[in-house]
């Protein structure tokens, strides 16, 4: 498996537990009337919106490269 293979499995796992997190704590923030919870959930959320757009321009670089 290449080192490639790796990154991009790595950067579609660390996207979906960051989306999964986001909407985990939302959920319990909103139960909870928590601000913590909620600022961890967007935060998450946020987080997994910039790895998207990382992973998509690490594969158009890939793309290009190979």
Do not use: C, N, P, Q
Request: hydrophobic letters at 60%; a positive charge.
């Amino acid at each position: 498996m290449s080192l490639k293979t790796i990154h991009i499995v790595f950067i579609i796992s660390a996207t979906a537990l960051s989306f999964l997190l986001g909407l985990w704590a939302l959920k319990r923030g909103i139960e909870d009337a928590s601000g913590t919870m909620m600022g961890i959930g967007m935060i998450a959320l946020i987080s997994g919106i910039i790895l998207v757009m990382y992973g998509v321009t690490f594969w158009r670089k890939i793309k290009r490269l190979a």
